[in-house]
C-alpha cells in the first residue's frame, strides 16, 4: 500500500503565495507521476500539474507561468509553488501518484491523497 500525506494549503490573500507538498510513504519501488488535481464547489475536477520520474511536466492552461510543481524522487515528494494566486484557484487540492509499484510486486496502481484546502481571499 501507498499513503499520500499532503501539507501547505490554507487561507492566503489574493496575489499571494502558498507551497504544497505531498510524500508518498510505503515499500514504493517506483512511481511513473506525481500531480495535484483540484476541485471547487460545483466545478468538475481539473488536473492542475503533473510531473513524471524524467521530469516532464504538464499545466492547466489557467496555470501557467503561475505555478511549478517539482518532485524529488528519492523521498517520493512532490511540490506545488504556488505564486500570484487568485480568488479562482480557491478550492480542495489532492495529490496523487499514477502508476505506483509497490516493492516485490509487478502491479501499478494509482493512489490519491486525502485533499487539502487552498482559500484566495481578502
Known amino acids: 500500500q501507498v499513503q499520500l500525506v499532503e501539507s501547505g494549503g490554507g487561507l492566503v490573500q489574493p496575489g499571494g503565495s502558498l507551497r504544497l507538498s505531498c510524500a508518498a510513504s510505503g515499500s514504493i519501488f517506483s512511481i511513473y507521476a506525481m500531480g495535484w488535481y483540484r476541485q471547487a464547489p460545483g466545478k468538475q475536477r481539473e488536473l492542475v500539474a503533473a510531473?513524471?520520474?524524467?521530469?516532464?511536466?504538464n499545466y492547466a492552461d489557467s496555470v501557467k507561468g503561475r505555478f511549478t510543481i517539482s518532485r524529488d524522487n528519492a523521498k517520493n515528494t512532490v511540490y506545488l509553488q504556488m505564486n500570484s494566486l487568485k480568488p479562482e484557484d480557491t478550492a480542495v487540492y489532492s495529490c496523487?501518484?499514477?502508476?505506483?509499484?509497490?516493492?516485490?510486486?509487478?502491479?501499478?496502481?494509482?493512489?490519491w491523497g486525502q485533499g487539502t484546502q487552498v482559500t484566495v481571499s481578502s
Open positions: 510531473i513524471t520520474s524524467g521530469g516532464n511536466t
Open positions: 496523487y501518484a499514477d502508476r505506483a509499484v509497490v516493492v516485490g510486486t509487478i502491479d501499478e496502481y494509482d493512489y
